[in-house]
């Protein structure tokens, strides 16, 4: 029964990397002290690659950078600067606001039909997790990212069929973002394998009768080094 489970979620996620946007598998790095550095890499099962760099920058300020890429030209990049403090007991709080821009295009199957276009996303993220547990130097938690998604899409007969050759409508969308993630590492002291599961809810404010279609769920694998 578990892997008829497991199957089926591979199964979706799958079906659903034909989207314009999916949760991002972006480190959670738990920074604690100034001059911490931690690079992170890996794949998603949404296909594409991905990495990403966080450095404590002063004693309480940190920096995040994030970049992936994946089929059909499909990208994303973010910038964040934040907040972290250590709690103490190993526990570290993040909090971070920022910036990203991406391109992703989707396929309606039934009539060939293609929407693409690009997106940007302004946004806050909080984080809370443990880190360097005695249980092979695990670290784990969760990050809720909200914000605001911005799209420019053009829709050359995804939504309706308007003609073969154009010209073909461009509309722009404003929507709600919610994007929890769940995170584990394990290994060493420095470099550890991480998990990422991420999930993703759009509520959109302009063109309520045209989604923007994009997926629930993404799982992340990688591999997380600390300096």
Known sequence: MKSKIIIGCLFALTMTSCVVYHPQTID???INKKKD???DAGISFIPSAHTTISYGLTDKISVQTFGSIGPDERYFFQGAVGNFRDLGNQ???EL???FGY???SAYQSSNGGHLNGNYQIYFAQYNFGKIDCKFANMDYGFGIKTGYLHSNLIDRNFFSIYSENGPFPRFSDNSFLLEPTVFARLGGERLKFSFKLGSCWLYNFTNTN???PYSF???GLGLNYRF
Do not use: D
């Open 28 to 30: 959670i790095p738990l």
């Open 37 to 39: 550095l931690r690079i």
């Open 91 to 93: 526990k570290v709080m």
């Open 96 to 98: 971070y606001t920022g």
């Open 102 to 104: 991406g391109y992703g």
């Open 210 to 212: 045209k989604h923007m």
């Open 217 to 219: 769920i993404n799982l």
